[in-house]
């Protein structure tokens, strides 16, 4: 296929479209203004994303910036810990084994099946909190010093909060691995058969063969996959928002309420959370483009 004919062309079809597209929003506008009889104002919003100090004579992240950088911190340990539980059950879910493949079959479809909201409080209230006492982490803050606390609350934020942060990532964790899990099951059972023969024969062990034959492949083909369900993830961050965890949902709620200002507010979260997933999809879709171009 020449470029010429690859590239998409402009018709009708698409103006009318686009042209739809900017009808609709401007009557949301226009019933906004007229309906609701809402007065626009985005003067305040800087105020609430940076902040001078007095002390320091700079400018330090307010309350939306800091919701930003906890949403941050949690999609990017949660997808680390979800992707390590996801390829540990994925290669439990081809196991030949009863338990391994009983058990994992047994977390994914007890994930998969329960509604977010209710596998949050179940884990918050029922499993977080005896997990992170027996972890030692609420006593975290406590035992380390200046600078230990400094690294620790750049890690994963306020060390105040610790507790709080733990669990969302856990909680985020363990929901996104069952999906994870069957994108890594589908991934080794992709590579034919016939690989695993060959390997085989020349007496590689069931072990060998899932390292230096099967998961080589299997990896290349589950990225992509992967990759979306990290950006589902980065959105499914706000669910923790219930848990009173202060990322960007929760702050943008309290911002929302104290200042009444509820569109401004809500449109900019909309805003951030599509500008982070859509440059989470253009950098990966570069990944897979240069993946695609090593397999020829």
Known sequence: MSRSTS????????????????????????RVNTVLVYQWDWGFLPGYLFRWDEETQSLLPNLLVKGLLTTLRLAFWSIILATLIGFITGMMRTSRRLFPQAFSRLYVELIRNVPPIVFIFVFYFFISSQIIP????DTLDQRLGPTGQS???????????????????????????????????????????????????????????????VLPQAV????????GQFIILIKDSSIVSLISIQELTFLTLEVANST??????????????FVLCYSCALIFRRLEMRLDSSRI
């Open 134 to 137: 027996l972890l030692g982490l």
């Open 7 to 30: 590239r998409y062309r402009w018709s009708w079809v698409d103006s009318v479209v686009l042209l739809g597209i900017i009808g609709f929003f401007g009557f949301i506008g226009y």
């Open 260 to 273: 009444q200002r509820v569109f401004e507010v809500w449109v900019f979260a909309a805003g951030v959370y």
């Open 220 to 227: 290349q083909r589950v990225i992509p996959p992967l990759a």
């Open 151 to 213: 690294v620790v609350e750049f890690l994963f934020g306020p060390v105040s909060l610790l507790s709080n942060t733990f669990s969302g990532i856990f909680c985020l964790a363990l929901f996104e691995a069952a999906y994870i899990t069957e994108i890594v099951r589908s991934g080794i059972q992709s590579v034919s058969v016939g690989q695993r023969e060959a390997a085989m024969s020349i007496g590689l062990s069931r072990w060998q063969q899932m390292r230096y034959v």
